[in-house]
């Protein structure tokens, strides 16, 4: 390896470094300069520099690409769906703090909304919160054990990754 190399891959290793030491979100830019050698900055490239390529790091947000492969295989296959109400209480947070922790995607439905609540009524014969759907299959009530199980079975994840936000 040339000494330009070394350079090189030692600015790099800083620029990344640099990046994941702290929690404000850092560009790095990539790309071929004219004599063909790759350069790696924290500026823009050059107008003349050819397969050029951009990479924001940090920022403790965890982005699509970056969520486990088996957690974006089990949100195609089984989405959660956490339906709750207003006046549910400790039950519903329980819940909602347990998918987080778990750092599940999920969506929130309302059952205090008309449609919601006929929809509540036709998936489990009765209006009654909070209820956990993992793709077509709901659990009613809140259990740790129970939920746990089910996101399981489904291929969630069992914890968040470091910096990843939950809901």
């Known amino acids: ?59 403790g947000t965890v982005t699509e690409g970056q969520t486990p492969y088996a957690t974006q295989i089990a949100t195609q296959r089984y989405p959660v769906v956490l339906y709750m109400s207003d006046d549910c209480g400790e039950l519903c947070t329980q819940g909602r703090d347990y998918l987080g922790k778990r750092g599940v995607p999920f969506s929130e439905k309302n059952a205090k909304d008309r449609e919601v609540a006929d929809e509540l009524k036709g998936l489990i014969g009765a209006l009654q919160v909070p209820v956990l759907k993992v793709g077509s299959n709901p659990y009613k009530g809140y259990s740790e054990e129970l939920w746990a199980n089910a996101l399981d079975q489904a291929g969630y994840a069992r914890g968040r990754l470091p910096g990843q936000v939950g809901k």
């Open 1 to 59: 390896m040339g000494t330009t190399r070394i350079l090189q891959a030692t600015a790099c290793a800083a620029l990344l470094a640099c990046a994941f030491g702290s929690h404000a979100q850092q560009t790095v830019y990539k790309w071929v300069d004219k004599d063909g050698k790759v350069q790696f900055s924290d500026s823009p490239p050059p107008a003349d520099a050819t397969n050029a390529s951009q990479k924001t790091l940090g920022g």
